[in-house]
């Protein structure tokens, strides 16, 4: 498994640059400090891009490889900057029995990115939701805040073929 | 440090006081499935599972590696229980191995092969069914390979990186998907790894191998 975030940006390098140098000043080098450092370093910048990563590392002074365990073990950190519109597909019991997998490999084929990745052109980031509390309109998939029920794998092209219109006609009236 | 005397697989056997059933045994030539542990380690990871034996005394099995020996503890290391336990921890590691002994560096040096004859447990096991891993093998390194398909993830190549002061390698992401790696999941080749081999030499099974015996 090995992880593509899309190329960080300058604005985030220098939101990145900022938190790194700053770093001293909020938390001491002691290694138990290194999860609320991550925590803050992903308020801060969005994501845990690798720069910030390697930062923190030699900040602490520990292997970089240590804080990548970390970063990788919890739910809670994204090595993927946040996309425009966040697609979240419910993988609750009901969702799952009525086709949570299927839905999820609709969205993984369509957007050509795994699960918790961002798309090259950063439009759309792709995750999992436990359960989102509308199990009767199952299988459902929560795109930004609104909750999408009863999707199909021909939802989902309809879904993003939305988009698709909207973007064209916000470029053509730009 | 005073010896203690115990009773292992009814052989009276003595050992430094602070050892662990696990090293009194092995030092006294009674063999006990091991794959994670690490004599220099002073908190053993016991991630194996597969070093139950059971104490009299103790109401379950314990982990030879992390109990201490005590003054006239009787062990048995081959108790119904304790062993049931160590095979369905060797079935499972074996569930997701890809076995092919017949093609693989470690064939006949390998832990998981020395674990599966004590135990009586057949290399291609059919109590559970079959969930491969089928992750790309790292050639990147100019000396040694790393398939991590074969890794049973005992964490002796991580802890050896880390006590060398390298750490060029260590665990990554969670559950099924948990591996060794190196930063970002780059080539080991392109990662701060000095080719120093100590992972190579250390890896009870075929996942890190030297280019040279390939």
Redesign the interface.
Known sequence: ???FPPEITKEEMGKVSLFLSNINSTFSKERSNLIPILQEAQNRIGYLP?EA??GIAEFLD?????V??VV??YNQFRLNPPGKHSIRVCMGTACHVGGGTVIMDAWKRRLGIDKRQTTPDREFDLDTVACVGCCAMAPVTVIDEEVQGKISPTRVDGILLGYQIERKKESQSS | MSSITLTIDNKKVTAPEGQSILWAALDNDIYIPNLCAIRERTDPAASCRLCFVEVEGKPMPVTACTEPITEGMVVNTKGTESQSLARTALELLLASHPVDCGHCAANNSCELQKAAKHLGVKLNTKRYRKLLKE?PIDDSSPIFIYDPNKCVLCGKCVWKC?ELG?????????GF?R?V??????PIGQ??CNQCMECVSICPVGALVAKENT
């Not at chain 2, 390698?169 to 969670?174: S, T």
């Open positions: 498994m090995t992880d690798h990563m390697l520990i292997p970089d490889i240590d990548y365990s990788t073990f | 992750l880390h390298i750490g060029a390698i260590g665990f990554a992401y969670r998907d591996m790696t190196s930063f970002a999941g780059q990662s701060n």
